[in-house]
């Protein structure tokens, strides 16, 4: 019996994680979402910022890993334009342009928000350090035109925004270490506030910047996009990933623990 | 045109997912047009959102504006045009990068690299120093300056402060045994205690005429800074000395204990923090030492140094545990994301075309 399990084919595990994948997407439960202390100050700065203010997001993930950021830049937008503070979108990846222009559109339709005066879509440029740093000095001087090829000066939002000093918080939505980038170079050099929606694969690297105040808010994955999504009593795509994941991560966590006991019974055999 | 492209999406991710199964040719398709797209794809963008508006239109008009300055039909906008010119700069330093592909010309490479390496060094090293170094150090540091609410801005404990760093150095060197002791170091270790004994006293006297420490937290510290002297006296004395001052210590660690307790249980107890934040910032200091420890290579890992950075082992790993959870957690993420998509978009397509 231990040794079969021992010997298991590995392609049973995948067959119950498909399952417990499956059978929540198909019945969909709702589980009990409590909100972190990162994702409670993300939301507390951005509902204290006054209408008219501007947040920058930065769609800095590529398109294998935009399960996580995308319900968070739909949560937050839509708080955004709830409160009119104006959105300006951008990205570091040059492969996630067309995504963002596009998730950027469906989101502001939902709001009714006017491209052009509540958000804009500036696009990529390449070169990471000179892009951030470039937008500290002059935005326009990075970005001369939008994403559809209207010059800035033509863009009512962007009539008065120059640089950082007129950005309220820039939110990273970040699968890589973008985020730290943004946090060395535009918070370090020109003070620009920094929070950041990342995927759980770069939690853990983020919560020093947190302690040191670096970061003012975060969003860990799916659960800081549902976390997000409970603050605005709005249930989303954040929600429903994180109620299924939920299910997934118990059978992990029992298999983890299966597989140790095996192992040790298993030991204490050989010995 | 949109339900082509659902189905080909879908038709992609089961490809994908049959690897789960075994290799096959699907998966190996889908793989190879997924790289091949995804090169493709960001070169065209790389071109029209940087080539183009940062390289190609300003250097057309410069170009245009110099061929009317030429003319001399000469406007306020050709002449603006004209400082396009200098894109021909960093656009050539660009250039250099293609001298790899000629024998003759490749070491040309070097100075685009020198350049870029150049840029990336003075734009990082001040800027990472600042973000990761001297900020996380403030972070660590910061909880426990809670308690120290005297004026940062007095003369009094400037100077103070002053004298304590100019104390520390001059006794730490009188314990540098890498260099030659002679007699005039002996001096130095009066001269050090001296000073950073004034300074101490300094920075008390300025705390306690801007109401900065109780005398409890005084007494706490006093009995803090005896106890880290005397177990640090006991690990820089000699082995005969060690065996005189068994007892030092027991009794220097114990007074640390009983200092921190004095002070930290007196600012619990003022509502200045709480009895977990007092616990987190313990923990995190612990922590930075005794990985740092573990990664401390000039001294044997002998005795109390083996299990601090045992200790800090400990840490490494829960470190990568958590780090490993939530990479489970992100990986998860992406499957859940594809099922809803194969379930409610695809399918839900299908379900919509026959329902």
Redesign the interface.
């Given at each position: 019996m231990l040794e079969r399990f021992m010997n298991m084919d590995r392609r049973i595990i995948f067959l119950l994680i498909a399952l417990v994948v499956i059978i929540p997407t198909l019945i969909p439960v709702r589980l009990r979402i409590t909100v972190s202390e990162p994702t409670q100050k993300l939301y507390d700065y951005i509902e204290a910022l006054p209408s008219g203010s501007n947040i920058m997001l930065a769609f800095d993930y590529g398109p294998s890993s935009l399960a996580e950021p995308e319900p968070m830049a739909k949560a937050v937008m839509q708080h955004c334009f709830s409160k009119g503070i104006n959105v300006i979108g951008m990205t570091l990846f040059p492969s996630t342009v067309t995504l963002a222009d596009k998730l950027m559109k469906k989101i502001a339709d939902e709001n009714n928000a006017v491209y052009g005066e509540d958000y804009v879509f500036l696009g990529y440029r390449p070169g990471t350090l000179p892009v951030i740093l470039g937008m500290g000095t002059n935005i326009a001087n990075v970005f001369d035109k939008d994403y559809q090829d209207t010059p800035l000066s033509d863009i009512p939002l962007m009539a008065n925004v120059k640089n950082y000093d007129q950005i309220s918080l820039l939110l990273d939505l970040a699968s890589s270490s973008t985020t730290e980038t943004w946090i060395i170079y535009a918070n370090t050099k020109y003070d620009l506030k920094i929070a950041a929606g990342v995927t759980a694969v770069i939690i853990a690297q983020m919560y020093p910047y947190l302690q040191t105040g670096q970061l003012v808010g975060m969003m860990p994955g799916y659960l800081g996009a549902a976390e997000y999504e409970k603050l605005l009593n709005a249930p989303g795509d954040g929600t429903v990933g994180l109620n299924t994941a939920s299910f997934a991560h118990l059978l992990i966590i029992g298999l983890v623990i299966l597989g140790n006991i095996a192992f040790f019974i298993q030991r204490r055999k050989e010995a | 045109m949109e339900v082509f492209g659902l189905w080909v999406a879908a038709a992609l991710t089961l490809c994908i997912y049959s690897f789960?199964?075994r290799d096959n040719p699907f998966y190996r398709f889908a793989e190879h047009l997924f790289v091949g797209i995804?090169v493709g794809?960001?070169i065209v963008?790389?071109i029209h959102?940087?080539v183009i508006?940062?390289a190609w239109e300003p250097l057309s008009e410069a170009f245009g504006g110099l061929w009317i300055e030429i003319a001399g039909d000469v406007t306020p906008e050709s002449r603006q045009a004209l400082w396009g010119l200098f894109r021909i700069i960093p656009v050539c330093i660009g250039l250099l990068f293609f001298a790899r592909l000629s024998p003759n010309y490749a070491w040309l490479i070097r100075y685009p690299i020198a350049i870029l390496i150049g840029?990336?060094a003075g734009?990082?090293i001040p800027?990472?120093l600042?973000?990761?170094i001297f900020?996380?150090t403030?972070?660590t540091v910061?909880p426990f300056v809670t308690i120290h609410t005297a004026d940062p801005a007095s003369w009094v404990g400037t100077v103070g402060a002053v004298l304590m760093v100019i104390g520390v150095i001059i006794t730490i060197s009188y314990f540098l045994i890498s260099v030659e002791q002679r007699d005039s170091f002996k001096w130095l270790s009066i001269i050090g205690i001296g000073l950073g004994s004034w300074g101490f006293a300094f920075v008390i006297a300025d705390s306690i005429t801007n109401d900065g420490l109780t005398a409890t937290e005084i007494v706490g510290s006093i009995l803090m800074v005896l106890g880290l002297l005397g177990t640090g006296y006991y690990f820089v004395s000699s082995v005969e000395q060690r065996n005189t001052f068994k007892w030092l210590p027991i009794a220097g660690i114990s007074l640390l204990i009983i200092g921190f307790i004095v002070i930290y249980g007196n600012t619990i107890w003022n509502g200045n923090l709480t009895p977990w934040e007092v616990f987190s910032a313990v923990l995190?200091v612990i922590g930075v030492f005794c990985t740092l420890t573990y990664f401390f290579f000039s001294v044997e890992h002998r005795g109390a140094i083996q299990w601090t950075s045992k200790i800090g082992i400990g840490f490494l790993m829960i470190?990568f545990g958590?780090?490993f959870g939530?990479?489970?957690?992100?990986r998860?993420?992406?499957?859940?994301?594809?099922?809803?998509f194969l379930?409610?978009d695809w399918l839900g397509s299908i379900v919509a075309l026959f329902g």
């Open positions: - | 789960l199964y995804s794809y960001g963008i790389a959102q940087g508006p940062l840029f990336g734009a990082a800027n990472v600042q973000a990761n900020k996380q403030q972070g910061a995190i470190g958590a780090a939530n990479t489970v957690m992100g998860l993420a992406l499957m859940i994301h594809r099922v809803g379930i409610n």
